[in-house]
Each structure stands twice: as structure tokens, then as C-alpha cells.
């Protein structure tokens, strides 16, 4: 399978659990590449749906995911398709959390940069502020600067917040301490 055909799969009608199939096909004709590829396009269904796809295969088996750690993080950086974001932070939070691969200042800094943006914007939608918030939770320690921001940031978040928020919230404030 090449990328052309995941794409076309990735086209068709959205049921029930397809992204389990879609990540087993990711995992089965090493597509993660191509999976990326398409999760980046600007436009269409597709990079949503490859990212949910990749998401998938991700918590499946992240271990064959190691040589593409390094550009996920990065990626995450340069997203611009909300949905997208949702399923990158996610991805991203684990490979920080789980410290699978080194990861130098800079894009470590860029990263809390994206993160910080992503969690005030207040026209995203609640799943990319929380996993920015979790990300900006296991970074503070690393780039100092976001820890005088977040209290800043946690304060805004708390203005009407939805009861996804509060329970973010809750969770980053724990991990802090």
C-alpha cells in the first residue's frame, strides 16, 4: 500500500471504528510517514483523519514510531489544522512525558511557545488547550520561563470554564506541585 491509497481509504465514509483499522493498516504497510504527510495537508478530511489515525497506532505500538519522535515534536510546532492539533498534542505529551527521545532547548522552547498560544486561544476548542496544558505541566521544569506564565494562563482558563477545563486544570495543578 502507498500513500495515494491511504489517502483514498482515508477518503471514504467516516463509521464506527475505522481509525482502528486505519491505524492497523499504518502499522502493517509502514505508513507512518505517509500518514504524517497527510495529517500535515491544509485542507480536506484527510489530515484529520490521519492523525486520529496515527493516534491510534501510536498507543498500539509506539515503539515503531521512534524514528519519527523527533519530527512530531517539531511538526506540532507548524500545525494549523485544529483538529490535527488535538491528536498531535496528545501524541506529543506522551514522547515529553514518557522522555522518549532527547529533546533539545530549542524545540523544546518552541514547543512551549505553541503550547502557551494554544491554550488561551479562545477559539480553540477545549481538547487542544487541555493537551496543551498538559504539556506546558511537564515542561515547566525544563523551560523556566513557562512557570511564571502558567499561573497567568491557568487564571485565564478558569473564567467560565467548561467542566473539561476545570478537570484539566485540577490535573496540571497536581502535576506541578
Same mark, same amino acid.
Given at each position: 500500500?502507498?500513500?495515494?491509497?491511504?489517502?483514498?481509504?482515508?477518503?471514504?465514509?467516516?463509521?464506527?471504528?475505522?481509525?482502528?483499522?486505519? !491505524?492497523?493498516?499504518?502499522?502493517?504497510? *509502514?505508513?507512518?510517514?505517509?500518514?504524517?504527510?497527510?495529517?500535515? +495537508?491544509?485542507?480536506?478530511?484527510?489530515?484529520?483523519? !490521519?492523525?486520529?489515525? +496515527?493516534?491510534?497506532?501510536?498507543?498500539?505500538?509506539?515503539?515503531?514510531?521512534?524514528? %519519527?519522535?523527533?519530527?512530531? +515534536?517539531? *511538526? %506540532?510546532?507548524?500545525?494549523?489544522?485544529?483538529?490535527?492539533?488535538?491528536?498531535?498534542?496528545?501524541?506529543?505529551?506522551?514522547?515529553?512525558?514518557?522522555?522518549?527521545?532527547?529533546? @533539545?532547548? !530549542?524545540?523544546? *522552547?518552541?514547543?512551549?511557545?505553541?503550547?502557551?498560544?494554544?491554550?488561551?486561544?479562545? @477559539?480553540?476548542?477545549?481538547?487542544?488547550?487541555?493537551?496543551?496544558?498538559?504539556?506546558?505541566?511537564?515542561?515547566?521544569?525544563?523551560?523556566?520561563?513557562?512557570?511564571?506564565?502558567?499561573? *497567568?494562563?491557568?487564571?485565564?482558563?478558569?473564567?467560565?470554564?467548561?467542566?473539561?477545563?476545570?478537570?484539566?486544570?485540577?490535573?496540571?495543578?497536581?502535576?506541578?506541585?
Amino acid at each position: 500500500m502507498n500513500k495515494t491509497e491511504f489517502y483514498d481509504i482515508l477518503s471514504t465514509r467516516f463509521y464506527g471504528n475505522c481509525n482502528h483499522e486505519w !491505524a492497523e493498516l499504518i502499522l502493517k504497510h *509502514d505508513l507512518i510517514a505517509e500518514a504524517i504527510d497527510i495529517a500535515l +495537508l491544509k485542507t480536506g478530511v484527510q489530515p484529520f483523519r !490521519a492523525a486520529y489515525s +496515527l493516534e491510534t497506532a501510536f498507543f498500539k505500538d509506539s515503539s515503531v514510531f521512534a524514528p %519519527y519522535y523527533t519530527r512530531f +515534536l517539531k *511538526d %506540532y510546532t507548524t500545525i494549523s489544522n485544529e483538529s490535527v492539533m488535538r491528536h498531535y498534542g496528545k501524541i506529543v505529551y506522551h514522547i515529553i512525558d514518557r522522555e522518549l527521545c532527547v529533546i @533539545d532547548n !530549542a524545540l523544546l *522552547d518552541k514547543i512551549a511557545v505553541i503550547s502557551c498560544g494554544r491554550a488561551v486561544e479562545s @477559539d480553540y476548542k477545549i481538547a487542544v488547550k487541555v493537551w496543551a496544558m498538559y504539556i506546558l505541566s511537564i515542561i515547566h521544569n525544563k523551560i523556566p520561563w513557562t512557570a511564571e506564565y502558567l499561573p *497567568d494562563i491557568i487564571e485565564t482558563l478558569n473564567t467560565n470554564p467548561s467542566p473539561g477545563i476545570i478537570s484539566c486544570l485540577k490535573k496540571v495543578r497536581n502535576k506541578m506541585k
